[in-house]
């Protein structure tokens, strides 16, 4: 990984611990990258990390900066959607970066494939990844091995997944902004896709919900196979009566044509894989777990 060039743009929200940073920005240093802060935290602004104006500026510049083959967002939260109408994906696409992200980043994901076709990442990012005070090394072994390519492999297992085999476009993220872009122009109309999904925080009834939107709009069953990551910081309460994550999913697989699988290592969690949005990827599930494999993506030079 010497001299790779990593610009660190922040479209969202702020870090809340400036040493955590400061060890991530160490951490890929000691790596042999350089890295290129265009994140301010003197500029942090409400709950976003800078004012829309100064965001779409700081995305803009690092997208420009020819140092830098790699763009690593510095977090999620919310922030993306403010900008979105105002961000060059154009430039964005012919600058050549690889952008990575997840969560409230999946906007950026969608809205660029949608406009151009080109394909970013979800992966980690700056805030809760690259600077963890004990880092993964699953997660810093599937980014560099993804950017690195050409292909790009994640091993997952699930309790009850179907028997799959299956190509198709590999696309999705955080289930709250894939719902979210739904019916606007920064959605990616994709058909024969393997989506992938994550949540946090989200009650099963709020995921049940927003898959069916989903599929009362069709979007479900012009997929090949919908793959679940991590679904977790939420609480049942009495009231449930034993509705829980299982019993939404088993509704759920009841309900949409479409295999769905769970056991995705991806979302808001220490050991997330990294995925390429956009990517052509084929998915083989079998009793002992199941194995995604990507290409025909962007890589480092």
């Known amino acids: ?58 995305l803009h510049a690092a997208a420009a900066d020819p140092a830098c083959q790699i763009v690593v967002m510095l977090r999620g939260q919310y922030g993306v959607s403010r900008i ?18 997840y969560s409230d980043i999946t906007a950026f994901h969608m809205a660029l494939y949608q406009a151009t076709g080109r394909i970013s990442f979800a992966g980690p990012m700056m805030n809760s990844d690259f600077a963890r005070e004990e880092h993964s090394e699953y997660a810093m072994t599937q980014f560099w091995d993804c950017m690195l390519g050409p292909t790009h492999s994640v091993r997952g297992a699930g309790a009850g997944n179907p028997l799959v085999e299956v190509h ?43 898959l069916l939107q989903l599929h009362f709009a069709g979007v479900l069953e012009r997929q090949k196979a919908i793959v679940l990551g991590d679904f977790s910081g939420y609480r049942l309460s ?16 009841a309900t949409v044509k479409v295999p769905v699988l769970t056991g995705l290592p991806f979302g808001h969690m220490k050991d997330l894989c990294t995925l390429p949005f956009g990517a052509q990827a084929h998915l083989v599930s079998d009793a002992e777990g199941f194995d995604l494999t990507a290409s025909g993506y962007p890589t480092l030079p």
Not at 84 to 101: C, E, N, T, Y
Not at 168 to 195: E, F, K, R
Not at 241 to 247: C, E, K, L
């Open 238 to 253: 009495p009231n449930d009566n034993g509705y829980d994550f299982d019993a939404m999913l088993a509704f759920i697989r």
């Open 1 to 58: 990984m010497k001299n790779i060039g990593i610009a660190i743009a922040a479209p969202a929200g702020y870090a809340q611990d400036a040493a955590a940073l400061e060890r991530g920005i160490a951490r890929l240093e000691a790596q042999g990258c350089i890295v290129h802060n265009y994140y301010d935290s003197a500029a942090t602004f409400q709950r976003f990390a800078a004012t829309d104006d100064a965001r779409l500026a700081q």
């Open 168 to 210: 198709g476009t590999l696309w999705g993220g955080n289930l709250a902004m894939v719902n979210h872009l739904l019916g606007t122009p920064y959605w990616p109309h994709i058909d024969d896709g393997i989506l992938f999904l994550e949540d946090i925080g989200e009650h099963p009834y709020r995921v049940e919900r927003m």
């Open 84 to 101: 979105l109408p105002r961000i060059d994906f154009r430039k964005m696409a012919d600058s050549g970066k690889l952008f990575v992200g």
